[in-house]
């Protein structure tokens, strides 16, 4: 079993600028990808990004050239820094690790409004 906590979410303004970090614990040698993804109420979770081991990333269209994912495997831990929100970024955020399940954190509420 691996578990995942995230913490950095919140509210920030258009523009601004959130960095979200997970660290997963548990069987964690059973990882390969880890990412995040998002979801809004009525709406089916979408990929943000994710990043292999070796640290290859992945990201939607809709934020490449904002956001940056990255991963230290010696701490277990992948990081999502979000630059130039938008009001369309609000979401909740949610880790993800890929073993031979995947597994998911409890999500963090992101609001990008003025």
């Known amino acids: 079993q691996v578990h995942l906590m995230e913490s950095g979410g919140g509210l920030v303004q258009p523009g601004g600028s959130l960095r979200l970090s997970c660290v997963a614990s548990?069987?964690?040698?059973?990882?390969?990808?880890m990412g995040w993804y998002r979801q809004a109420p009525g709406k089916q979770r979408e990929l943000v990004a994710t990043?292999?081991?070796?640290?290859?990333?992945n990201y939607d269209d809709s934020v490449k050239g904002r956001f940056t994912i990255s991963r230290d495997n010696a701490k277990s831990t992948v990081y999502l820094q979000m630059n130039s929100l938008k009001p369309e970024d609000t979401d909740v955020y949610y880790c993800n690790a890929q073993g031979r399940v995947y597994y998911w954190g409890q999500g963090t509420q992101v609001t990008v409004s003025s």
């Open positions: 990043v292999t081991r070796g640290g290859s990333p």
């Open positions: 548990g069987n964690i040698y059973m990882i390969n990808a």
